[in-house]
């Protein structure tokens, strides 16, 4: 089997390396891609070193599946040429993940709407996805009428960039690299991406409309404020939900603790909640501070935590096509 991962030499496209490696995947033929900056740099992969290539040369080698984490010009230039090659590329970025011939998937949530016909498939954005994990069994049991978000973002996910420019100015260095207009280092920007005509960053935006493509309902009432923290890697959120059945917290909480891929961290009595620090490096999503909201009929809080290198992004590509390995399906 043949794998493609473009982007290998990015901090996301390198995790999806270790992620093949941590999945078994490894008994393959990598065809690892990215800029003409970096063809023929070396990296490592189940032991063996690998020589960095271009996209043609990957797209040339027909792959069975190709993971793409090289931002979204580059997939939609080159998406399609892996497509109609019988590939099926997994898409960790916002290019496809809005059209509506293509299933935008978290597995734990709607694996189901990956059909055989599809090449395409996206992988949704790192705030999108630790979310609905936390939000899926909820939506099914109760159906969530209105979602308030505000996210609290580590800076891995602006890329390397990101982590260089707050690393730099931890130094007290002017940093040569910008992820942000402002420093991030001793500051919280409340900005991510552009901004739209009603005030919204597409950050933003993206937590409304992929959510709602994801939990396959137009009417959940979704508003989001994404913030950016001085925090290396990790994204956290506060979520408020409301539903449109009464629950219980108790029952909320018990299906919390049986959802696929989420840790239930919520102990008060003894300072437990899920933070960062300790989601580092982890593919679970962490839920804590769950509590009813008196301000509404059916509201709740949650505080999700969860690594928006791993499970925000190459975790859930990897899984995707883990998954599609094991369905026998290309
Ligand atoms: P390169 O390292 O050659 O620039 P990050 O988000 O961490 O900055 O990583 C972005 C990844 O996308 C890198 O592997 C980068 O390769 C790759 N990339 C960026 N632009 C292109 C492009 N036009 N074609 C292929 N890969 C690209």
Redesign the pocket.
Known sequence: MKIAV?????????KMLQLLEEYGLTDIELLP???????G?EIKFAGKTHK?I??EDAIAACPDYAIF???A??SK??APLFAEKGCTVVDNSSAWRMDPNVPLVVPEVNMDAVKPEHRIIANPNCSTIQMVVALCPIHKAYGIKRLVIATYQSVSG????GLQQMENEEKGLESPVKAYHYPIHHNVIPHGGDFDDQGYTTEEMKLVNETRKILRDPDIAVTATVVRVPVSGGHSEAVNVETRKPFEIKDVRKMLSEMPGVVVVDDPSRNLYPMPLYAYDKNEVFVGRIRRDDSVENGMNLWVVSDNIRKGAATNAVQIVAQLIRQGQK
């Open positions: 473009v982007g290998a030499t990015g901090l996301v496209g390198s891609a990215a800029s003409s900056r970096s063809i740099k960095v271009s996209v984490s090289a931002g010009s580059t230039q080159y602006s890329g390397i960039k």
